[in-house]
Antibody, heavy 121, light 108 residues
Framework: EVQLVQSGAEVKKPGESLKISCKAS????????IGWVRQMPGKGLEWMGI????????RYSPSFQGQVTISADKSITTAYLQWSSLKASDSAMYYC??????????????WGQGTMVTVSS | EIVLTQSPGTLSLSPGERATLSCRAS???????LAWYQQKPGQAPRLLVY???SRATGIPDRFSGDGSGTDFTLTINRLEPEDFAVYYC?????????FGQGTRVEIK
């Protein structure tokens, strides 16, 4: 079964660092891009960026460039989203997702269950 | 960046009725790479339609997508109780990929 399993909910303080994960299974991890999507409480979906694990080619939305880092470890078929210094406005649900076709940044047909990040002093 | 504007913001309908959701792009969507997703409370989004009009695997045929260029529509025929949710469009033809702000379909 193709699936993406994300790490658990996090509660952090402003200024702390954080790295959340997305473990892929059931398919060739290096053949598909993996993207990250933010959903702030009660709000819509925001496309953050995407990575191609085979060569770590990464594309960011301008809104998120410099604010987060997307990475991947193909040896353990896991993608990551990290912050070096969290802000309260980073509080949101974060989803990883995989496109329909290998090698393309297509529509996302496989989604992780989401990781809730809460940043509060 | 392509801005997607969805309308209406909320649609109040009864089971069995037809829902028509609109997604308008600020510029032409490359190759009609336009997708629709459904999201229910506490769940991840689910892909319904890709390429503007192709249903994703396992999606009932009461869901249909149409449109090209800058104007796209998702139609849900004969609303079932499980169809009441929030729907998002997304373009994936240009970088950065972008989502619309969503349309909530609620029970009247």
């Amino acid at each position: 079964e193709v699936q993406l399993v994300q790490s658990g909910a996090e509660v952090k303080k402003p200024g702390e660092s954080l790295k959340i994960s997305c473990k892929a299974s059931g398919y060739s991890f290096t053949s598909y891009w993996i993207g990250w999507v933010r959903q702030m409480p009660g709000k819509g979906l925001e496309w953050m960026g995407i990575i191609y694990p085979a060569d770590s080619d990464t594309r960011y939305s301008p809104s998120f460039q410099g604010q987060v880092t997307i990475s991947a470890d193909k040896s353990i078929t896991t993608a990551y989203l990290q912050w070096s210094s969290l802000k309260a406005s980073d509080s949101a649900m974060y989803y990883c997702a995989r496109p329909r076709w290998p090698g393309t940044s297509d529509a996302f047909d496989i989604w992780g269950q989401g990781t809730m990040v809460t940043v509060s002093s | 960046e392509i801005v997607l504007t969805q309308s209406p913001g909320t649609l109040s309908l009864s089971p069995g009725e037809r829902a028509t959701l609109s997604c308008r792009a600020s510029q032409s969507v490359t190759s009609n790479y336009l997708a629709w997703y459904q999201q229910k409370p506490g769940q991840a989004p689910r892909l319904l339609v890709y390429g503007a009009s192709s249903r994703a695997t396992g999606i009932p045929d009461r869901f249909s997508g149409d449109g090209s260029g800058t104007d796209f529509t998702l139609t849900i025929n004969r609303l079932e109780p499980e169809d009441f949710a929030v729907y998002y469009c997304q373009q994936y033809g240009s970088s950065p990929r972008t989502f619309g702000q969503g349309t909530r379909v609620e029970i009247k």
